[in-house]
């Protein structure tokens, strides 16, 4: 069965501090996909990034950069210079390639807050 | 502008009621899904479609039911069975091919009074 666990529930710190989210999976799968989505206080899930388990790459978006390390199942989310604005909840998520509906697993989610 | 509309976006409802929550897209999408959210427990999958009048029980289905008779809209029904219905819930949308276009609602917000 697949698993994602976000070990970090709830994380704080002041701005422009940087920030690192944690998120460790579980997979029989040798295929896979990882996803991390943004939940503002609105509600909705706001996708940041999505990594194939072949790409083990890291990523870098402005000031979001992402480590996906197969050997250790982790696929951690960094904010430099953290904002106020990136205060949310932050789901990482797993999914299937492939097979049906590919669904997604989610983890229990970081609340991030950032303080002026 | 495509994506997906959930309505209402609060909802009471007594003990003992059932009450439907609506999910409705416009991006063409073949899989709809609902997901339940409780704090500190992250999303859970409540049922999925793939294919209009088909559908698959997630991980939580118990007092749920749904139905997808139009490709555009995926109901879900929080029936008297489920016993903690006070939540937040999310449907979401994703073509047949490629994980990439996954695409979430605004989410629900059903409160049992």
């Known amino acids: 069965a697949q698993k994602v666990t976000q070990a970090q529930t709830e994380i704080s710190v002041v701005e422009k501090e940087d920030v690192t989210l944690d998120c460790v999976y579980e997979?029989?799968?040798?295929?896979?996909?990882l996803f991390w989505y943004k939940q503002p206080p609105s509600g909705e899930l706001v996708f940041l990034i999505r990594?194939?388990?072949?790409?083990?790459q890291n990523e870098i978006s402005g000031r979001y950069s992402w480590n996906f390390q197969k050997s250790t199942s982790s696929f951690n989310f960094t904010i430099t210079a953290s904002q106020v604005v990136d205060s949310a909840v932050y789901f990482c998520?797993?999914?299937?390639?492939?097979?049906?509906?590919?669904?997604?697993?989610f983890g229990q989610g970081t609340r991030l807050t950032i303080n002026p | 502008d495509g994506g997906i509309t959930q309505s209402p976006k609060y909802l009471f409802r007594k003990e003992g009621q059932n009450v439907t929550l609506s999910c409705e897209q416009n991006?063409?999408?073949?899989?709809m899904y609902w997901y339940r959210q409780d704090p500190g427990q992250g999303l859970r999958l409540i049922y999925y479609?793939?294919?209009?009048?088909?559908?698959q029980k997630g991980d939580i289905a118990e007092g749920y039911s749904v139905s997808r008779e139009k490709k555009e809209s995926f109901p879900l029904t929080v029936t008297s069975a489920q016993k903690n219905p006070t939540a937040f819930y999310l449907c979401?949308?994703?073509?047949?091919?490629?994980?990439?276009?996954?695409?979430f609602g605004s989410g629900t917000r059903l409160t049992v009074v």
């Open positions: 998520a797993l999914s299937e390639v492939g097979r049906g509906a590919q669904k997604l697993v």
């Open positions: 990594r194939n388990s072949f790409d083990e």
């Open positions: 997979t029989r799968d040798t295929t896979y996909y």
């Open positions: 979401a949308s994703k073509t047949a091919e490629g994980v990439y276009g996954y695409t």
């Open positions: 991006l063409n999408h073949d899989a």
């Open positions: 479609s793939q294919i209009v009048n088909d559908f």
